[in-house]
């Protein structure tokens, strides 16, 4: 049949399609292949122009390069492109990965398709793909690419995906961020949301060009912002960073009243675990997913894969939402509550089951597991007593707390009910180590077997109990045990630095420059703690940092704990548990009752995460178990002394969670 044939046969079709329409009030139900185009209200449509291809449901139309695969137009009832049609093509909607060759600098690379296909067709569900085959040879990134647009009936927005694939053989590299990045336009969306609490009108993006840079190019201080209420303010994109737990619905509401929200119905493919921080929306306005990355974490977090690893991993579907409210004209949170409503309504139909990739597994291709975690600290109770409100989770095998490094693979996790019960529910199949942490007990828990789990079959785990890390009974204690320094002393801020006034009020910790609150509040000599007195809401600054002598210059500072013993015994060990919720470029160095010794114990150089510049209140976790000799101590007053000794900088640091002394060994 020749083209033109082809076409006349179209033709009629569509005249059929029509008349059938008229006459019975239905539509013409379109096949995968089908070609026909009918104006129907919110059944989906696809067209193909020169360069571009449009998917729409008569409530969002989407545009996309094609065969690239960049998101060029955003549509939302009838509206103009809600992207920022001020940017290039390519800087409006996109997938991208920050990777490096060995030893070599970063490179964006932004996915580009090669080629273009149309992999379901019809009114109820359309699904498109870009993809593109790495050759040797090639300068971009050695992956095989197979980006993802859906687009269902009545559904007001669309979803994306990507399976990256690396082949053995192809050239080692790293992947140092990947990440799917919505740009919107500016003079509509000021009014970010991503928590009940960090929800405001944000800056424009001049303002960051008219501010002043602070101590680091990411936060820059407003000084003469559009909105002049802003003025004082300090912008960076990290006051609005979450856990990844947390991270589920984040975005941006117009001033003509459209919501445009991110939504990440699942954490199973992001890297690090739960705790692992990330950034949400920022000054742009952008919004973001994030995938990869070494936020919060360090180059720990990078993926390094050697030449002859194989690997393969579908990122998403994160679902792109909208939504409008005329009352919301007063009151922009409405749009936000709507769109966390919608957040739980997308989480509760995880594993989606419209994905047509075969590499994303449907929910009677996964299987769960299933049991009961006991915790058992001799100290509290003889018996082992359910772990409640705990976090358990499937991740890669790996050592003790290894998930909090993991980053090529799937994890699943999820919380525990008051006794301790847990079910984790849509694995992907696979062998697992099973981990968890509890908050109130340091450590962390590994079962300790291996786990399958396989298709369609639920695992029931029995002896999970969680032996807590102690080796004697608690003579004193600091802080809380919650992986957090949220419950130490956190200072205000610089009054030169203005604090945002939020409707419901932040964690404390959310600010801009607490780092130089330190020298501050001990301007002459270092924090002294005296147990029994101090007091470790007001006492104990919640970072220990190093000691601002101006002109650039910065020395370490020693921090002590003063307690009292009686009845010391000289051959038995005591125990020192110091569990740190952060470290940057430290090194701790622990002395006990003679300040010029050698140290006694040292964590070495440790740390990457960065938390403290990037306004978090923790970043990775490390637990200590210090043996201290009964000798080392005297009856009397005893001091250890706590240096952080790596002193380069302001923002060299370890932020403590708990520190404990436990009595003789038993
Ligand atoms: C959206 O797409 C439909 C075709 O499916 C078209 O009729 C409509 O004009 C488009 N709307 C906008 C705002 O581009
Ligand atoms: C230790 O006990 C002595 C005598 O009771 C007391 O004077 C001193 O303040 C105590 N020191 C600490 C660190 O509690
Ligand atoms: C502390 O005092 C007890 C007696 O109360 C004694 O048995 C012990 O040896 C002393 N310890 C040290 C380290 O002096
Ligand atoms: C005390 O700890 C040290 C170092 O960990 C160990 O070598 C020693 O055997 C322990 N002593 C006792 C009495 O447990």
């Known amino acids: ?24 009030g239905e539509m ?58 001020q940017n290039k093509e390519d800087n409006r909607g996109y997938w991208d990965v920050v990777w490096t060759k060995p030893g070599g600098h970063d490179i964006m690379d932004k996915l580009l398709g090669t080629r273009y296909k149309v992999i379901r067709r019809n009114r109820d569900h359309t699904e498109i793909s870009f993809t593109t085959t790495w050759t040797v040879g090639s300068a971009r990134v050695p992956l095989n690419v197979d980006k993802r647009y859906v687009m269902l009936r009545d559904s007001p927005g669309f979803y994306s995906y990507a399976v990256l694939e690396r082949l053995k053989g192809w050239p080692a590299f790293d992947i140092q961020e990947a990440r799917i990045v919505f740009k919107l336009e500016e003079n509509r969306f000021q009014y970010m949301a991503m928590s009940d609490e960090r929800q405001r009108v944000m800056p424009m993006s001049v303002d960051r060009y008219t501010g002043q840079v602070l101590d680091y190019p990411e936060a820059v201080l407003l000084t003469r912002p559009t909105n002049p209420e802003l003025k004082g303010e300090v912008d960076d994109k990290y006051l609005y960073s979450c856990d990844n737990k947390n991270n589920k619905v984040h975005g941006w509401v117009s001033n003509d009243h459209v919501g445009f929200w991110m939504i990440t119905p699942s954490n199973e493919f992001r890297t690090g675990g739960p705790f692992k921080q990330d950034l949400t929306s920022h000054v742009g306005p952008t919004l973001l997913s994030m995938f990869i990355s070494t936020h919060y974490a360090g180059e720990d977090l990078a993926l390094k894969f050697q030449s002859e690893e194989y690997w393969k991993k579908v990122f ?12 919301s004209k007063t009151n922009p949170s409405i749009l936000w509550n709507d769109a966390k409503q919608r957040m739980q309504m997308e989480e509760g139909s995880w594993p989606y089951n419209f994905p047509l990739s075969e590499d994303f597994l449907k929910s009677n291709q996964r299987g769960a597991a299933r049991g009961q975690l006991l915790v058992h600290d001799w100290y509290k109770n003889k018996k082992a007593l359910p772990g409640a409100s705990s976090y358990v989770g499937l991740a890669p095998p790996g050592a003790v707390g290894s998930w909090q490094l993991e980053n090529r693979g799937y994890q699943f996790w999820t919380q525990t009910d008051q006794e301790g019960n847990f079910l984790i529910k849509n694995v992907i ?11 109130g007990t340091i450590g962390d828990y590994k079962h300790r077997s291996d786990i399958t789990i396989s298709p369609g079959s639920i695992v029931e785990l029995r002896n999970v109990v969680f032996e807590a890390p102690r ?17 130490f002393f956190i200072p205000n801020p610089d009054p030169k630095f203005k604090i945002h006034q939020y409707e419901r009020p932040i ?13 501050d509040h001990y301007p002459h000599t270092d924090l002294v703690y005296t147990v029994g007195q101090s007091d470790y809401e007001k006492d104990w600054f919640f970072a220990h940092v190093t000691r601002n002598l101006g002109d650039r210059q910065f020395q370490a500072t020693t921090w002590q704990i003063l307690f009292n013993l009686t009845k010391v015994t000289k051959g038995a060990n005591y125990t020192l548990q110091i569990a740190l919720a952060s470290a940057n470029q430290a090194e ?16 070495r150089l440790i740390g990457r995460d960065n938390a403290l510049a990037r306004h978090g209140i923790h970043g990775l976790y490390h637990l ?7 000798s080392r101590l005297i009856n009397g007053t005893n001091t250890i002394f706590l240096t952080q000794a790596r002193s380069q900088g302001p923002f060299r640091e370890v932020m403590y969670d708990y520190i404990r002394l436990e009595g003789p060994s038993t």
């Open 507 to 519: 964690e404390r910790f959310r600010q801009y420059g607490l780092w130089t609150g330190y020298t």
């Open 471 to 487: 080796k004697g009974a608690t003579l004193w204690e600091i802080g809380v045990p919650d992986r957090t320094a949220a419950e």
């Open 316 to 327: 998403g579907p994160v679902y792109i939402y909208l939504n409008s409210d005329a009352s």
């Open 429 to 439: 199949p696979g062998t697992y180590s099973l981990f968890a942490w509890v908050p």
């Open 1 to 24: 049949m020749g083209k033109l044939r082809l076409e006349v046969v179209v033709q009629l079709l569509i005249l059929l399609a029509h008349s059938q329409n008229l006459l019975t």
């Open 588 to 603: 701790l160095q622990v002395r006990v009752n003679d300040q010029k010794s050698l140290p006694h114990f040292t964590t």
């Open 28 to 85: 013409l139900q379109e096949d995968d292949d089908g070609q026909a185009v009918l104006p129907a209200s919110s059944t989906v449509h696809l067209q193909r122009h020169n360069q571009h291809v449009v998917m729409s449901n008569g409530i969002v139309n989407v545009t996309l390069t094609a065969p690239g695969g960049l998101v060029t137009s955003i549509t939302y009832k009838g509206s103009e492109n809600l992207l920022q049609t």
């Open 624 to 630: 200590y178990s210090i043996d201290i000799t009964g």
